[in-house]
DNA sequence: TAAGTCATGTAAAAAGTTACATGATTCT
DNA sequence: AGAATCATGTAACTTTTTACATGACTTA
């Protein structure tokens, strides 16, 4: 790919779970060939810009494949949601109850989403060899993760009208 | 609270949706003093170095106020074991099978901590107007989070098991 | 004609991490 | 005696974001 399209690629509603610039990508990309990890070949185009279009090397590729599997470490997580919720009893109840109400439609808008994309007959087959493994595995998890953000968003809507 | 004490509560396990090192905390204590947010007083101690607790002010509290129910912008998401699993088509099943065990097991012991500190009686009721609210809400929705990675993850591994 | 897409980059600023720096007390 | 805890900070570095910069072609 070029750095244009892997930024494209990056940008919503494709990329739900990465994110990266043009301005990181095209510096990054020059560092992954410096170190010998990516090449790229100037592909010429007359209607649009000229664009360069990146593979791995071999010794990219292999790279890639120890670090797939390597060790995870613990994520740095930063819940705005949560950290909110620190202080939600100096706001007002009502507008509380609009934002998690906010907040619960966003979630079940994005489960909506990619219950479409599960629908997508060029997903390919649940099998590991197969490059398009990720959207048949990746998608579930989206769908599960952001069902459980609405259920919880939607319960804090409720209990903050309740309660006033 | 002390910027030291601001830290603590945000190292693990207790700081599990937010984050910050000390290092961060200590400047922007002084930015937010010399934005009238808070002010300090310094505790002296004979035992232990003397310490700066801080308080917010009046303009402080009115303007988290407003933050707390202010429109929250959809998340950037870095997801690193999705993003692998775009590559995982390249690596030894075997490796990435026990990459997601470890993963859930992790997800898992932290399911298990979360459900320890939600039978803790000093959380607090579930009433908005209590400060603790926050810890009857928040420990739910670790939960139910953690147990779909969790679920997703022994899912992927015993995928790749099948596979291979 | 103005805005948008394709395509590449750099520069400046903000945010975040890791390392440096100090020093008393307390635990192993 | 050495490591950990309490307590504060700064410096260097890396990462990320926002803005600057260019230019042809296409769509409204």
Redesign the interface.
């Known amino acids: 790919m070029s750095g244009y399209d892997l930024a494209r690629h990056l940008e919503?509603p494709i990329g739900?779970?990465?994110?990266a610039s043009h301005s990181q990508i095209y510096p990054e990309l020059a560092r992954l060939e410096a170190a010998g990890m990516v090449e790229h070949e100037v592909v010429a185009q007359d209607d649009r810009p000229d664009k360069k279009v990146y593979r791995p090397t071999a010794a990219g590729?292999s790279a890639?494949?120890t670090?797939?599997?390597s060790e995870?470490e613990?994520?740095?997580?930063?819940?705005?949601?949560?950290?909110?919720?620190?202080?939600?009893?100096?706001?007002?109840?009502g507008?509380?109850a609009?934002?998690y109400t906010?907040?619960a439609e966003?979630a079940e808008a994005e489960v909506a989403h990619f219950r479409i994309l599960e629908r997508h007959p060029e997903r390919g087959s649940?099998?590991?060899?197969?490059?398009w493994?990720?959207s048949t595995?990746?998608l579930?998890?989206g769908v599960?993760?952001q069902?459980?953000?609405a259920?919880?968003c939607r319960?804090?809507a409720a209990?903050?009208v309740t309660?006033v």
């Open positions: 919503r739900i779970f990465w994110n590729l890639l494949a670090w797939v599997t995870l613990p994520e740095k997580r930063k819940i705005e949601l949560l950290l909110r919720m620190l202080s939600v009893w100096i706001a007002d109840p507008a509380a609009a934002m906010r907040e966003r649940p099998d590991i060899r197969d490059p493994f990720a595995a990746n579930p998890y599960a993760i069902s459980a953000v259920a919880w319960e804090m209990q903050l309660d």
